[in-house]
């Protein structure tokens, strides 16, 4: 008996074929259908949801991971709206890249193309579905989806109104897959899929993203956890620090660009730990610090090893005192998962520093590290932030979703 698993790739194979025809206007005309739909069927998505809600609830699920669970109307409209956005972005698909004719008379085209199925491997955020399916069809991609069982009824009901949204467009409804086995073995099934996926997505906790680095033998573009940093330099305004800091803490702290460690210069610390401790204190953040940390806040956990190696995912932050931009930089060095990193300075030289030294996706000067999402780039919803170094890297919008093909022109040449 075929598996779940294999038929739905099967399915979603077939339809690559159909799916490389598509031009922009087609593609877009369901993407276009699609919003409307998730609008017009808010209220049976909200109420699949709740399923989930009261589900995670039962098992103990912490408020940050109900928080990445939860869709009410504002939220679906803004999914919505983030197929809309993608509506108006240049397709990549047929682009030109480059062109050079040879001695020989040949004539050299690369252009950008699909590439064709891809599986998309994630935890507990609805939304992730909607962003996955609208970047997959711009790019005239099929998807299989295996979301986590935490959202489940969310994502069975959100791929049941797209895929009911695309019979009505020239897009086949097979260019969506929903995988509906919670075990995970169907998760280790779809790693070996070699000849039906063309790549594996993970997006999710480190222990997810390891297991499917380690296991697949598809192609992986791997998306990384985000422990990351907020260094405060001794020349840095408190008032721009202290908003930069919250807000990478706990504007939205479930998130893989929220900070995870707050450094601070003895300087700076000397003069205002106790002010920008009071307020994430105030914020119900748990802290936990250094030794000289805590001697000074003595609400102030004493961090481990372990602690800073940690993406919490919560309201709880680390805190490290350093005595210069090299220790700074050191503590990120060993720590940095190469996400997300940020320096709050007035001096141009340590900025430069900074930006040019540490090694992560995305590297930031006076501004925090929640920017770091394909929506703030400009590239409307996005596939993942890429923490890997080969295909794509940092947020992965449409052009990171396609391969590329040699076109050659020839009148006759053979080789000698």
């Known amino acids: 008996m075929v598996s779940e698993v294999r038929q739905k790739a099967t399915l979603a194979q077939a339809a690559a074929s159909i799916m490389n025809k598509m031009t922009t206007e087609q593609k877009n005309t369901a993407l276009t259908a699609m919003a409307d739909a998730l609008i017009k069927n808010q209220a049976s998505i909200i109420e699949a949801n709740k399923k989930d ?60 193309v699909p590439l064709g199925v891809i599986g998309m491997i994630y935890e507990a955020r609805p939304n992730v579905t909607v962003d996955a399916v609208g970047l997959c069809l711009k790019t005239g991609n099929c998807v299989v989806l295996r979301g986590g069982s935490a959202a489940l009824d969310s994502n069975r009901r959100i791929v049941e109104v797209l895929r009911e949204a695309l019979a009505s467009t020239a897009l086949p409804e097979d260019a969506i897959q929903l995988i509906e086995d919670s075990d995970r073995a169907s998760v280790n099934e779809m790693l070996k899929l070699n000849g039906l996926l063309d790549v594996v997505i993970p997006r999710g906790g480190a222990a997810l993203i390891r297991n499917v680095v380690e296991n697949a033998t598809v192609p992986v573009i791997e998306t990384g956890a985000g422990i990351c940093h907020t260094f405060v330099d001794e020349s840095a305004d408190y008032d721009m620090a202290e908003r930069i800091a919250f807000n990478a803490k706990v504007q939205r702290p479930s998130v893989c660009n929220s900070m995870e460690t707050l450094i601070l210069h003895e300087a700076f610390a000397e003069k205002h730990l106790e002010q920008i401790a ?49 220790e700074a930089l050191d503590h990120i060095r060993k720590y940095s998962t190469k996400h997300s990193e940020c320096i709050v300075t007035e001096n141009a030289g340590h900025a430069e520093r900074f930006l040019n030294e540490v090694d992560a996706a995305a590297v930031y000067h006076n501004a925090s590290t929640r920017f770091t999402d394909g929506f703030e780039f400009g590239f409307g919803a996005e596939i993942g932030i890429s923490t890997q170094k080969l295909h794509a890297r940092g947020p992965m919008g449409l052009p990171a979703l396609t391969s590329t093909k040699f076109r050659v022109y020839g009148n006759g040449q053979i080789r000698g």
């Open 278 to 326: 009071d307020r994430f204190l105030a914020a119900n953040v748990e802290l936990r610090g250094d030794k000289q940390t805590t001697e000074n806040i003595m609400q102030a956990k004493l961090a481990t090893e372990q602690d800073f190696a940690t993406e919490y995912n919560d309201y709880v932050l680390n805190i490290r005192i350093v005595a210069n931009l090299d």
């Open 53 to 112: 809600l009261e589900r995670g609830r039962e098992n103990g699920t912490s408020p940050s991971l109900l928080d990445r669970l939860a869709l009410n109307e504002s939220r679906v409209a803004d999914i919505a709206e983030g197929l809309r956005q993608v509506v108006e972005l240049p397709d990549p698909v047929g682009e030109l890249l480059e062109q050079f004719d040879r001695p020989n008379g040949l004539r050299v085209e690369k252009t950008r």
